[in-house]
């Protein structure tokens, strides 16, 4: 039993010497308790945030869901996320992109520093256009804003890659 302890221990210190390495593309291993502020600055590159929840993302999609409420995106959003005064965030139309590195950005800087910082321009046309303001002083950590990533990926399937559209069906009849 003992042995095995030592073993997985061992397992686990190669582990994170291969995540310390990787450091710059920011997923496994990576210290998620930091503030989104401070990600972006650290890494910079556009294409370096990788959410920890791809895989699993419907576990945390409930925490997400209440960490979103709390940050009041709902009033701009709507609490089911299908908008409002604000685009929806469960419709197939994506502003800037649906990957994760844009979303975490967007959210965190809103779209005029998106803009200005990283030269992106709007590539999907909603039915609100308006600026996002920056949200990410009011989010405490990364970790947070994967979970609330992970639930915009839960109620829209479409975020999801190789995922369904969530556009219905066209209707059969027989
Ligand atoms: C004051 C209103 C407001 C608040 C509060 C707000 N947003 Fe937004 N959000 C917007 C607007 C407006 C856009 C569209 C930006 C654009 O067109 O450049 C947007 C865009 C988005 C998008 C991209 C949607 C798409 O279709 O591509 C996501 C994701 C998003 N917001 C998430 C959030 C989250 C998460 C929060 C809370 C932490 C939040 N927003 C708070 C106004 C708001």
Not at 109 to 126: C, F, N, P, T, W
Not at 153 to 158: G, I, L, Y
């Amino acid at each position: 039993m003992r042995k095995l302890i030592i073993g997985f221990a061992a397992l686990a210190i190669c582990l994170l010497g291969v995540a310390s390495v990787n450091m710059e593309s920011w997923a496994a291993g990576a210290d998620w308790t930091m503030s989104p502020v401070k990600a972006v600055e650290r890494y910079k590159d556009k294409g370096s945030l990788h959410s920890p929840y791809d895989k699993d993302y419907e576990k945390v999609a409930d925490e997400g869901h209440k960490i979103y409420m709390g940050l009041s995106c709902n009033g701009c959003h709507g609490g089911g996320g299908g908008g409002g005064m604000c685009p929806p965030l469960t419709n197939s139309v994506w502003v800037y992109g649906k990957d994760d590195d844009t979303l975490f950005r967007l959210v965190t800087l809103g779209s005029q520093a998106l803009q200005d910082q990283y030269g992106m321009k709007r590539v999907g046309s909603e039915n609100v256009v308006g600026p996002m303001p920056a949200m990410g002083p009011s989010i405490k950590t990364s970790d947070d804003l994967w979970k609330i990533i992970a639930w915009i990926r839960s109620v829209n399937p479409s975020s999801v890659p190789g995922g369904k559209s969530n556009v219905p069906p066209p209707p059969t009849f027989d």
